[in-house]
T-cell receptor, first 111, second 116 residues
Framework: GQQVMQIPQYQHVQEGEDFTTYCNSS?????IQWYKQRPGGHPVFLIQ?????EVKKQKRLTFQFGEAKKNSSLHITATQTTDVGTYFC???????????FGTGTSLTVIP | DTEVTQTPKHLVMGMTNKKSLKCEQH?????MYWYKQKAKKPPELMFV???????INESVPSRFSPECPNSSLLNLHLHALQPEDSALYLC???????????????FGPGTRLTVT
C-alpha cells in the first residue's frame, strides 16, 4: 500500500508555543485530509486539500499542500490544552474513497 | 444528525466464536468504511462500500466478512479470529456525490474488540 509518513512521532510543547507536523508520501497524492483524534476518541475530520500549493486556515490552524502534492503540513499557532491529541494526515492516490492514514503525530500541551 | 453509531462498544470473543459489529448513519452518505486501529497506530483501511456495493477490499482475511444491508447500515461479521485481531474497529461514512471525488469521513466511536 501507500506509504505516508509523519514527523515528528511525538511532540511536547508548552502552552502558547507553536506546533507543526509534516506529512510525506512516497507517491503523488490526488488530495489529502487531516484528522484529529483525542485520547480515547475517534478521528475527527479537520480539512481536505486538493490543489497543488494550496494553503487553508482555520483559526489557529494552517494547512498546506506541497507543490508536488507529495507532502503536507499542519501548523498550530499558540497551542492550547484543547489541542492535545494525535493528528493524522490521510492521503489518496486516486480521487475517490481510498485514503491511507499517515503514522500520526501525538501532541502533548503542557499548561 | 451528523453521528455515526457503532455497537457494541466493547466485545470480548473467543477464537471459535461468531460475532458481528454494527454501524449506522442517517446522514444520507452513500460511502461507508471499516478501519482497524491498533493502539498508538493509524487507522488501517479494510473495506469500502459505495452505494451498498463493496468497492474496496484491502486484502483482508476472509475471517472478516463485511455486509451492507442498506444505505444506512454496515456490518462486519467476525469468525475464527486470532488474538492479533484485537483492536479498535472504526466505521466511517462520507458523502458520495460524484464518482472520483473525495469527501470528509465521519467516524463512529468504534468497537473495542478483544480476542481471547
Amino acid at each position: 500500500g501507500q506509504q505516508v509518513m509523519q514527523i515528528p512521532q511525538y511532540q511536547h510543547v508548552q502552552e502558547g508555543e507553536d506546533f507543526t507536523t509534516y506529512c510525506n508520501s512516497s507517491t503523488t497524492l490526488s488530495n489529502i485530509q487531516w484528522y484529529k483524534q483525542r485520547p480515547g476518541g475517534h478521528p475527527v475530520f479537520l480539512i481536505q486539500l486538493v490543489k497543488s500549493g494550496e494553503v487553508k486556515k482555520q483559526k489557529r490552524l494552517t494547512f498546506q499542500f506541497g507543490e508536488a502534492k507529495k507532502n503536507s503540513s499542519l501548523h498550530i499557532t499558540a497551542t492550547q490544552t484543547t489541542d492535545v491529541g494525535t493528528y493524522f494526515c490521510a492521503g489518496s492516490r486516486n480521487t475517490g474513497n481510498q485514503f491511507y492514514f499517515g503514522t500520526g503525530t501525538s501532541l502533548t500541551v503542557i499548561p | 444528525d451528523t453521528e455515526v453509531t457503532q455497537t457494541p462498544k466493547h466485545l470480548v470473543m473467543g477464537m471459535t466464536n461468531k460475532k458481528s459489529l454494527k454501524c449506522e448513519q442517517h446522514m444520507g452518505h452513500r460511502a461507508m468504511y471499516w478501519y482497524k486501529q491498533k493502539a498508538k497506530k493509524p487507522p488501517e483501511l479494510m473495506f469500502v462500500y459505495s452505494y451498498e456495493k463493496l468497492s474496496i477490499n484491502e486484502s483482508v482475511p476472509s475471517r472478516f466478512s463485511p455486509e451492507c444491508p442498506n444505505s444506512s447500515l454496515l456490518n462486519l461479521h467476525l469468525h475464527a479470529l486470532q488474538p492479533e485481531d484485537s483492536a479498535l474497529y472504526l466505521c466511517a461514512s462520507s458523502p458520495f456525490r460524484f464518482a472520483g471525488s473525495s469527501y470528509e469521513q465521519y467516524f463512529g466511536p468504534g468497537t473495542r474488540l478483544t480476542v481471547t
